[in-house]
């Protein structure tokens, strides 16, 4: 199993250009997540899903779509980058039942100049 | 609403010395709880966890117990290496399970040889 994987590893943005973050598991998880991480900040969730075709609003949606038309694919989307979304991007995934643990990707590092 | 409140860092030891990073919690009922540990430029990875009141988490030398009481969920090792060092995360979990997991800010941890 791969787990959780985010594509790109790395992306520097114009202000105003606009990308596509792709996060895709393979363990069957209900439950995707977006967060960002900013220096002293700790994790700030973005956007969560609780099952293919649903999106939720998390703490700091502003800036930010995302989709999931396929169980094991949450794409996040920034139509017009800003610096202030400079910041490392983490996906992670969970089972519908249980104890919630959390299963996370390795990050993108998004640089907007 | 849930939270979770950890102790501030940075923290800086020398190896061997004994580690404690607190953790207390707000949440009704009995929460799930989790202590997450990222190591410089990867994603979080699952240290321990506990999901219920006495139990203790333990792995690669690191301890915590879920004390209902004084709800806290203290992170332990008795002598820690430099390659422990990293940045840890308390969490909990809803009892039901079906919302994000609520995260701490994270606690820097620097080990010193």
């Known amino acids: 199993n791969a787990g959780v994987t985010q594509t790109p590893k790395f992306r520097v943005l114009k202000t105003g250009q606009s990308m596509t973050l792709l996060c895709a598991q393979d363990m069957n998880h209900e439950y995707m997540y977006w967060y960002r991480q900013d220096p002293g900040m700790g994790l700030r969730l973005i956007h969560y899903?609780?099952?293919?075709?649903?999106?939720a609003k998390g703490e700091v949606p502003d800036g930010y779509n995302v989709s999931r038309l396929k169980k094991q694919n949450f794409l996040l989307g920034l139509e017009s980058a800003a610096p202030s979304q400079t910041s490392v991007y983490f996906c992670?995934?969970?089972?519908?039942?249980?104890?919630?643990?959390?299963?996370f990707g390795p990050g993108t590092r998004l640089t907007v100049t | 609403g849930n939270s979770v409140t950890q102790m501030e860092g940075p923290v800086t030891l020398s190896e061997e010395a004994f580690l404690t990073i607190n953790c207390t919690y707000t949440?009704?009922?009995?929460?799930?709880l989790f202590w997450y540990v990222q190591y410089p430029g990867e994603g979080l990875q699952l240290l321990l966890k506990?999901?219920?009141?006495?139990d203790k988490g333990s792995n690669k030398g690191f301890e915590a117990t879920y004390r209902k009481e004084t709800t806290s969920f203290h992170l332990e090792k008795g002598s820690v290496q430099v390659s422990d060092s990293a940045v840890y995360f308390c969490a909990l979990s809803d009892i039901a399970g079906n919302t994000p997991l609520v995260f701490g800010k994270g606690t820097r941890l620097s080990v010193i040889a």
């Open positions: 899903s609780v099952g293919e075709g649903t999106t």
């Open positions: 992670a995934s969970s089972r519908l039942a249980g104890d919630n643990e959390q299963y």
């Open positions: 506990a999901t219920k009141a006495d």
């Open positions: 949440a009704t009922g009995y929460p799930s």
